[in-house]
DNA sequence: CCTCTGTATTTTGTATACAATATTCATTAT
DNA sequence: ATAATGAATATTGTATACAAAATACAGAGG
């Protein structure tokens, strides 16, 4: 209710997506909560734009998974169940394992030096203790990866999975017992690419995804 | 432009809902041909319906990847080109993977009892050499192995996934030389999932949709 | 006091009107 | 003849108006 939500309108973006990254952004950062209600009129007023980009921005956060709508009743913003939750690490483990795959045959010589880049700098980012900060590091060290499969379509997927997740996670990362591991992971990770090891890779991977999965389930199931 | 589009009514649904499923029908059946524009105002008297609805239907396609706008140019039926179908299959391929392991461990008796039914129906359904009774028959077979998974989010996403390669596909079911294959393959993983040997299903699904996908890049490759 | 019902209000669903932009095609100048 | 220009047209982008449904609440009846 006390949302100050406000338009980016540098871009000359068509408004609708305008609002979409808007809204998106809103639920990513927590300041629109999972089941709170979108209500047109109200979130029209409050951007200053009609209700119509509104309606069509719903759609597309309703396909991202980021919302819900139930007709003549109205959108919601999503609300993650554990099972919900369950479901997508699911997937994502299989995804980002393929996606680790493909990085090792494809992967540039110029891909894996920004990866250790990326590496580095989540490391040091970590000792800013700002969480905001170490969220970025991190999705920036995965997103080389996921660049270097060539696969837009598999990129699209894995950015929309991570989405899902994105708003629990904040929690695991709040707790510098978890750093250690992080590295260590990161950097099995790094290794195993770096070395075009695929089984290593995957092994990786999905050491680091089943680690945030548990951390994401007891997010979930404390917030009940 | 021959396009006699009719809007399936019985329902009571948003008619943004019928429009799209409306839609998105005809792009499968073919009738709406990729790179056809997608006129709001054309469509919307064919459909009888206003811009509103339309404009919803176009954007819940663009995200199924079924249709591709830009801005103030429209939208139009998404084409595939030969490296999109590759990246979709690439995708397709590790998704039904997992889906095949966890049908390995939660299909139930009944669900395995339906699977063969469906692998019969299927069978059944070759001789009849209608395309369209052969592909539904597929889709089924398939469904049940979905469904087993009890990753609702998961067979979203397959299913997304097999839409867009659809339209393609069919020219693969049209080769009856392909039947004996089929009905291996489908046996195949049926005999996998019944021994719940979770390697043996993997490799299974894979050379299915290995198959799968040399055909339909054939197909992609002869339309350029 | 509780429940049911009906009305008022809110909210979504749909249609239409208007504005802004892109495309097309004819005209003109080189 | 070709290219550039500009007006006419078509199409999308946005706002608003109206209709239909759901919700909330008050009042009547049990």
């Not at 006390?2 to 540098?10: G, I, S």
């Not at 819900?68 to 919601?76: D, F, I, Q, S």
């Not at 990085?103 to 000792?127: G, N, P, W």
């Amino acid at each position: 209710m006390t949302e100050d939500l406000k338009l980016n309108m540098n871009a000359y973006l068509p408004l609708r997506d305008v609002v979409f990254n808007t809204l998106r952004e809103a639920i990513l950062r927590g300041d629109l909560k999972p089941g709170e209600r979108l209500m047109e009129i109200q979130l029209a007023s409050q951007l200053g734009v009609s209700r119509t980009p509104i309606r069509e921005a719903i759609r597309m956060l309703e396909q991202e998974g980021l919302a819900v709508t139930m007709p003549r009743k109205g959108a919601e913003v999503a609300k993650m169940t554990l099972k919900g939750m369950e479901d997508v690490l699911e997937i994502r483990a299989a995804l980002d394992e393929l996606a680790c795959q493909l990085a090792c045959e494809r992967m540039t010589e110029e891909q894996l030096s920004r990866l250790e880049d990326k590496k580095v700098i989540f490391e040091k980012s970590l000792q800013t203790g700002n969480v905001k900060v170490i969220a970025e590091a991190d999705v920036n060290f995965h997103d080389v990866i996921y660049d270097a499969t060539g696969n837009p379509k598999l990129v699209n997927m894995l950015n929309n999975l991570r989405e899902q997740i994105y708003r629990y996670r904040i929690e695991y990362l709040k707790n510098a017992d978890n750093y250690p591991i992080l590295i260590k992971e990161h950097e099995a990770i790094y290794q195993s690419l770096y070395n075009r090891n695929k089984d290593d890779a995957k092994e990786a991977i999905a050491i680091h995804v089943e680690n945030q999965a548990i951390a994401v389930k007891e997010v979930i199931v404390m917030q009940g």
